[in-house]
């Protein structure tokens, strides 16, 4: 089933292109002024709107997203029709299928914007290049890519030995302001549980 329309438009902002910039130097990247503008160009600023799509089941995910502002899902359809959301990614975070985008393979994932989002993506077959030319990029993103390896091993850990109550204080603990952008239904779906057990969590935490 195809959706509505992935992508509203395609800018060149250079204002909001330059939170990449902000966000390789807090990494501890420095950059000539030659080797910023070569960055720039080669990412482009990507407007969603609220429930666009960026990516769907079947496709490849050749390319990788910085959020800039707003909020993006990660998830699958179960045989049932059941979503199941892997991850969120808001400001400052990164965004891709990764095993499509290094193996080529087509996703089982759909990316979709939970709200309107400016994000900056950058096709694979530029990024690569871009490394030769700027190593010290390449070295950013292992550090990225090690950082989500963590999560997701804690993220496995936590339901291999966790219960739904211990998971969700985890999430809010983690990401409290995260917390406050999503609907109830949203996050069951990320913690694998129904809205209505959700909410009785909620009704205990309260008490």
């Given at each position: 089933m195809r959706h509505q329309k992935k992508v509203s438009g395609l800018r060149k902002n250079k204002m909001v292109?330059?939170?990449?910039?902000?966000?390789l130097e807090k990494k501890g990247v420095v950059l000539s002024e030659d080797e910023k503008a070569l960055v720039l160009t080669s990412f482009e600023t990507v407007y969603l709107k609220k429930r666009e799509y960026l990516l769907e089941e079947g496709e490849v995910c050749d390319f990788e997203v910085f959020v800039v502002?707003?909020?993006c899902k990660a998830y699958f359809i179960d045989d049932r029709g059941?979503?199941?959301i892997i991850y969120f990614a808001v400001e400052d975070w990164w965004l891709a299928d990764l095993e499509s985008y290094h193996l080529g393979t087509p996703t089982r994932y759909y990316i979709q914007a939970l709200e309107d989002s400016e994000i900056l993506r950058i096709p694979k077959i530029v990024k690569e290049p871009l490394y030769e030319k700027i190593p010290a990029l390449e070295r950013i993103y292992r550090?990225?890519?090690?950082?989500e390896c963590v999560a997701l091993?804690?993220?496995i850990n936590n339901k291999l030995s966790m219960d739904a109550a211990m998971e969700y204080d985890d999430f809010c603990n983690r990401y409290p302001s995260l917390v406050q952008r999503l609907t109830n239904i949203q996050i069951a779906s990320y913690l694998g549980i129904s809205q209505e057990f959700l909410s009785k969590i909620r009704r205990r935490n309260k008490d």
């Open positions: 292109r330059a939170s990449l910039i902000a966000n502002s707003g909020c059941q979503d199941h550090l990225t890519l090690q950082q091993q804690r993220r």
